[in-house]
């Protein structure tokens, strides 16, 4: 069983949003950092947004600052990116990600990983 599945991508154009969910199953998510990744084509995979277990503290990476925002409901266990202002850089499978430190989520070294969702952001 996959404890994490994500949804919400597709096709938009640039200057558009999309919000990104990731539901948990099988996990006390309450306890586990949360994370999303993308992965262009050609590249490595790269940190987007990371959010606590209490959901007070956020990362970004630099590329996304200003226009994407992670956030959770741990009473019914999604995590969102909601990804505003969209650029074809943008475009990648993005990926969901949990483990029960920041550390360990951060290097991409986390325990738990969803199959990913496709973004395509046209110019």
């Known amino acids: 069983q996959v404890p994490l599945v994500e949804s919400g991508g597709g096709l938009v154009q640039a200057g558009g949003s999309l919000r990104l969910s990731c539901v948990a199953s099988?996990?006390?998510?309450?306890?586990?950092?949360m994370g999303w990744f993308r992965q262009a084509p050609g590249k490595g995979r790269e940190l987007v947004a990371v959010?606590?277990?209490?959901?007070?503290?956020?990362y970004y990476a630099d590329s996304v600052k200003g226009r994407f925002a992670i956030f959770r409901d741990n009473a019914a266990k999604p995590v969102y990116l909601q990804m505003n202002s969209l650029k074809p850089d943008d475009t990648a499978v993005y990926y969901c990600?949990?483990?029960?430190?920041?550390?360990?989520?951060?290097?991409?070294?986390?325990?738990?990983w969803g199959q990913g969702t496709q973004v395509t952001v046209s110019s």
């Open positions: 990600a949990a483990d029960q430190t920041v550390v360990n989520l951060r290097a991409g070294a986390a325990a738990y």
């Open positions: 959010i606590s277990s209490g959901g007070v503290i956020r």
């Open positions: 099988g996990l006390p998510f309450s306890t586990y950092v």
